[in-house]
């Protein structure tokens, strides 16, 4: 018994530590942190950020929602227009298969962002 009661609090140390229990998306914080690292994705880095296709706020084009019904993972590095980010959401404009579309992302919709591969915010 002894033994399980000094586990726990070991684990529980270990879980909040590691990089896959990384700071939720949605707090003020990783909210700056989020915005910090889409302005450098301007500067030929890759962030990729996974968001909820289906969240309040969330503007794509009709075809995109459809291939895309749940989750969708962007990559911003090399070719993207017109990055805007703002308080509470971003911007841009990417290419799928030749077809331009511009994306509205609230940070509320963010489930997970890495910036330069490393983790962010979100789970992995």
Not at 87 to 112: I, T
Request: glycine share 4%; aromatic share 10%; hydrophobic share 55%.
């Amino acid at each position: 018994m002894t033994k399980a009661l000094l586990i726990f609090p070991l684990l529980a140390a270990i879980l909040w530590a590691s990089p896959s229990a990384a700071e939720v998306c949605q707090n003020f914080a990783a909210r700056a942190d989020l915005a910090a690292a889409l302005r450098l994705a301007a500067e030929a880095r890759p962030v990729h950020v996974t968001f909820d296709v289906r969240a309040a706020g969330v503007s794509l084009p009709g075809w995109l929602a459809a291939q895309h019904p749940d989750d969708m993972t962007i990559v911003l590095q090399h070719e993207f227009d017109r990055l805007v980010v703002k308080d509470d959401r971003f911007e841009v404009g990417l290419w799928f298969k030749r077809r331009y579309a511009r994306l509205v992302v609230p940070f509320a919709a963010v489930k997970g962002l890495w910036d330069n591969g490393k983790l962010k915010c979100g789970s992995a």
